[in-house]
């Protein structure tokens, strides 16, 4: 049989061309490019190429050159529909053997390959000399002779999944029907576990799989390179090897190596892609030596052993992954079960039994049956949609003490994922559960601490601030008593009062709005015009300050309303421009810019400017931070009552660094639309 080989992006070529060709005469291979044919013409595998032009020009005359210069001696037919006089002679300077003009005709074709071919015979019957006398002519007991070998070729398939006993039951049988005396089998090395491919990628030896006639422990220590000798010569040329050949004559390696293991010829085993092993065999157990016709059935029959061979490599790495995956999940302190779309359990971990199987741990199975209800009910939903169910926490009723986190998610083939454009429902369900007791209570602790280290922290900042309010009032009332009379001392004791009052007073309503618990019928509509007013006059009472307080803002720019808490925004707002006024006391000025922000949700942005130095990049980054202050005075909490007011209100206060001498600006956004506070 004659390989033919098509290059071709056009189907109706590649059709056309195997519908009149003899499929008993010529085996077809199709590709669409040349370099997926390198390793066929490399090793003398392709007999001719046909090669279909679309378009005749440089890029189909290096195309021609490049299959000439991979194989010199490979007749090449171009297959054209645009015939060009001046291409045809580039190409047949390149060495095409015939230039012709679509359609394909039969019997065009067939007759240039007639001439390419004139010794071409038909391919060698099952009732060659390899199961027949050659002494006698055939006769009708020869052919059922001959049939029978074929069946029981095909009964050594059967063992497909088991390496070791395809290969022994192969060489027996090639003993018992042509009488191989000894023969062994060397293989390369599989991928192991988890390997992308059925061979190792990085192994370069064959070694011996199995043999008869010798003994195998002497060929443990024996191995075939794919670089040099037996080996490397059957990897490159792909073809059957004598012993008494030229090729073999010349190569001390091939030599050494024929004496070494005693043999006459070596067949490569192909899977017709690459090169899984090699074959070694002696003379007949009468001494003659095997005839062309019988090595070429060998080489093909060898061709199926390696099919079945690397089915047989990628059945055992499949089931080294299954097992591999398995005792991972198996020792996972998480539980872990598999479901299938019919409700059957697939798999199930030790640590999933101890947790569904409380009374009995040992039992084999998990059935569905076993599952709570409601994860039931919920594993049952996942099968069906093919939606995940987010983690969750889970408490059992056998076991009321322990916090569960349980995930459910679904498995589905790449094949099965879409049909027709729909999704498709999943193979199966994982359920994943994991006891997280420790990590909750953990968890809490770590809570319960950071909220007494957050008390630790304010309290120390409170006490601090109400002790600072409660100097000066101190002082006077140890004074009291011998200047009572004095207008001075009144005077100073009315204003000492007075501050501290207003610091207690301000300290004690942050604490309130940092703590409040907001509720939606605290919702009433604000003016902003009034509101900025109103805060501005609550901030100047709380600065101390010699010098009167300014403010400047477009208030008639807008009828604005807001809508939420007004003595909790008032207060915000109210921070957030004493803030403003501390910022520089030699000239408090406030300046206030209102505008509406572009969009649909109609955003109000207030612009609150200073005229001090600025936000430096690192306290504009913590100005909102709890206790965090650039002044000696305050506790350090107000920016982050007026952002937590702010945010309750579905708002965001923004405080930018400021560029070298310009002021500090606070940006705030409320939204102008019929709000909800937030709870």
Not at 346 to 373: G, M, Y
């Amino acid at each position: 049989m004659r390989s033919i080989l098509v290059l071709t992006q056009q189907t109706t070529t590649a059709s056309a061309l195997t519908s009149v060709l003899d499929s008993v005469q010529f085996q077809i291979i199709v590709k669409e490019q040349a370099g997926e044919a390198e390793f066929l013409l490399a090793r003398g595998a392709i007999d001719a190429v046909i090669l279909d032009v679309d378009d005749p020009g440089p890029r189909a005359l290096r195309v021609i050159e490049e299959l000439k210069n991979a194989a010199p001696i490979c007749p090449v037919i171009v297959y054209t529909s645009d015939r060009q006089p001046q291409w045809e002679e580039d190409a047949y300077l390149l060495g095409v053997a015939h230039v012709l003009t679509k359609p394909v005709r039969s019997r065009m074709l067939n007759y240039l390959l007639t001439r390419l071919f004139p010794q071409h015979v038909a391919p060698v019957a099952l009732t060659a000399p390899a199961f027949v006398d050659k002494s006698r002519a055939p006769s009708g007991h020869d052919s059922m002779r001959s049939l029978e070998a074929l069946r029981r070729f095909s009964g050594v398939l059967t063992h497909s999944l088991d390496a070791n006993g395809l290969l022994k039951q192969f060489l027996l049988l090639l003993r018992e029907v042509i009488g191989v005396n000894r023969a062994i089998v060397f293989l390369r090395k599989p991928a192991g576990v988890l390997g992308g491919a059925p061979l190792a990628a990085d192994d370069r030896w064959l070694r011996s799989a199995c043999a008869i006639g010798l003994d195998q422990s002497i060929l443990q220590h024996f191995a075939l390179s794919l670089g040099a000798g037996i080996g490397g010569h059957l990897h490159q040329q792909g073809r059957i090897l004598r012993a008494n050949t030229k090729e073999a004559t010349d190569s001390r390696e091939i030599t050494k190596e024929f004496q070494l293991l005693g043999a006459q010829v070596a067949i490569p085993i192909l899977d017709r892609e690459s090169l899984l092993g090699v074959a070694v065999f002696d003379e007949r157990l009468t001494g003659e030596p095997f005839s062309n016709e019988e090595l070429a059935i060998i080489f093909h029959m060898l061709e199926e052993v390696a099919l079945a061979l690397r089915n047989s490599w990628l059945h055992d790495q499949l089931k080294g992954n299954r097992l591999m995956v398995a005792d991972i999940l198996g020792h996972l302190g998480s539980g872990c079960v598999v479901i299938g779309s019919n409700l059957a359990t697939l798999h199930a971990n030790n640590a999933a039994r101890r947790i569904f199987l409380p009374a009995n741990p040992t039992k084999s199975n998990l059935d569905f049956a076993d599952l709570p209800q409601q994860l039931g009910s919920w594993v049952f939903t996942v099968l069906k949609t093919g939606i995940p169910v987010p983690p969750f926490k889970h408490v059992f009723a056998h076991t009321p003490d322990r916090i569960h986190s349980v995930e459910i998610l679904p498995f589905r083939s790449d094949s099965a994922a879409v049909a027709n454009g729909v999704a498709t429902p999943p193979n199966a369900a994982l359920l994943l559960i994991e006891d997280v007791t420790e990590h909750e209570r953990a968890v809490r602790l770590e809570m319960e601490a950071s909220n007494l280290r957050l008390v630790r922290s304010m309290s120390e900042h409170l006490a601090h601030e109400i002790g600072n309010a409660l100097v000066p009032m101190s002082t006077h009332q140890q004074m009291l008593a011998e200047n009572i009379t004095d207008p001075e001392f009144q005077v100073s004791l009315a204003e000492a009062m007075t501050n501290g009052v207003k610091r207690i007073s301000r300290l004690a309503s942050q604490m309130v709005f940092l703590a409040r618990d907001w509720a939606k019928d605290l919702e009433v509509s604000v003016p902003v015009g009034e509101l900025i007013v109103d805060a501005f006059h609550e901030a100047h009472t709380l600065h101390p300050g010699k010098k009167v307080a300014q403010l400047s803002f477009n208030r008639n720019a807008g009828p604005w309303i807001i809508t939420g808490d007004v003595k909790a925004l008032r207060h915000a707002f109210s921070e957030i421009m004493l803030n403003a006024l501390q910022a520089n006391p030699d000239d408090p000025t406030v300046s206030v810019h209102l505008e509406e922000g572009k969009g649909l949700d109609r955003q109000l942005r207030v612009e609150v400017r200073d005229s001090g130095k600025g936000f430096t990049a690192e306290t504009a980054l913590r100005a909102p931070e709890p206790f965090f202050s650039t002044r000696n005075v305050g506790v350090g909490i107000g920016l982050t009552v007026s952002r937590h007011i702010i945010e309750h209100h579905r708002g965001r206060i923004d405080i930018p660094a400021s560029a070298s001498g310009e002021p500090g600006v606070v940006r705030i956004s409320l939204p102008l639309s019929a709000i909800t506070v937030s709870s």
